[in-house]
Nanobody, 129 residues
Framework: EEQLVESGGGSVQAGGSLRLSCKSS????????MAWFRRAPGKEAEGPEG??????????TYADFVKGRFTISKGNDKNTVYLQMNSLKPEDIGMYYC????????????????????WGQGTQVTVSS
C-alpha cells in the first residue's frame, strides 16, 4: 500500500504563505503522477478540485485559480512534493490532499479526482480575512 503523508497546513491571514509537503517513497516520486487537490468547506457535493500536478519528468500544470500564486515542486530526493502557496485568499480555505497515480500524468484529466489511486489524509489550510 503506497502512503502519502501531508504536512504544513495551518492558519494564516489573507496575503500570507504556507508550504505544504507530501512525503512518499522515492519510487512514487520517480514513477507516479502526483498532484494536490483541495476540498472546500460547504462544497463537499462538488468533490475535490485539482490545484496542481507534477509528472515524474518534472512537467507541471496548475488550475487557473492558483496560477501565479502557488508553486508545485519536488525535492531533490524525489521523496517529497511541495506546494508553496503565496498570496493566500479566504477562498483557498480547505483540506488539501496529496494524490498519486502510477504512470505519467494525463494532462487532459489531471484535475479529475477519479483519476488518482492514492490519497493522503489531508492537511487543513485556513485563511482569515
Amino acid at each position: 500500500e503506497e502512503q502519502l503523508v501531508e504536512s504544513g497546513g495551518g492558519s494564516v491571514q489573507a496575503g500570507g504563505s504556507l508550504r505544504l509537503s507530501c512525503k512518499s517513497s522515492e519510487y512514487i516520486g520517480r514513477n507516479y503522477c502526483m498532484a494536490w487537490f483541495r476540498r472546500a468547506p460547504g462544497k463537499e457535493a462538488e468533490g475535490p478540485e485539482g490545484v496542481a500536478a507534477i509528472d515524474s519528468d518534472g512537467s507541471i500544470t496548475y488550475a487557473d485559480f492558483v496560477k501565479g500564486r502557488f508553486t508545485i515542486s519536488k525535492g531533490n530526493d524525489k521523496n517529497t512534493v511541495y506546494l508553496q502557496m503565496n498570496s493566500l485568499k479566504p477562498e483557498d480555505i480547505g483540506m488539501y490532499y496529496c494524490v498519486a497515480v502510477p504512470g505519467i500524468c494525463r494532462w487532459g484529466s489531471w484535475s479529475d479526482a477519479r483519476y488518482y489511486s492514492y490519497w493522503g489524509q489531508g492537511t487543513q489550510v485556513t485563511v482569515s480575512s
